[in-house]
């Protein structure tokens, strides 16, 4: 069974960095786009950062030049480093990963809670 599990979120102060993880296991077969998420309570959830199998990546205006997405391929990892944090930023965070070619899935992780506030 597929698992997706988010780990490195947690309470930091404006301007800080923070650094997000994924890891996926249980058989996922050749993910081609990974990507991070983030919700806040009555707002749809949002792509912050998406890269590719082929390394493309793409951001959000507001993440684009303060996130980094990577990815390992090999492992089946995925991190994300947020740097110069804003209050604004305060969100869960998910982790997805999807083959949009068959066979096809989409699965999502759990989310991890990103607080940035002084």
């Known amino acids: 069974q597929v698992q997706v599990v988010e780990s490195g979120g947690g309470l930091v102060q404006p301007g800080g960095s923070l650094t997000l993880s994924c890891a996926a296991s249980g058989g996922i077969f050749s993910a081609d786009v990974w990507g991070w998420y983030r919700q806040v309570p009555g707002k749809q959830r949002s792509l912050v950062a998406s890269?590719?199998?082929?390394?493309?990546?793409d951001y959000e205006d507001s993440a684009r030049g303060r996130f980094t997405i990577s990815r390992n391929n090999a492992k089946n990892t995925m991190t994300l480093q947020m740097d110069s944090l804003k209050p604004d930023d305060t969100a869960v965070y998910y982790c997805?990963?999807?083959?949009?070619?068959?066979?096809?899935?989409?699965?999502w992780g759990q989310g991890t809670q990103v607080t940035v506030s002084a």
């Open positions: 997805n990963v999807r083959r949009r070619y068959i066979p096809t899935y989409n699965y």
């Open positions: 890269v590719t199998s082929g390394g493309t990546t």
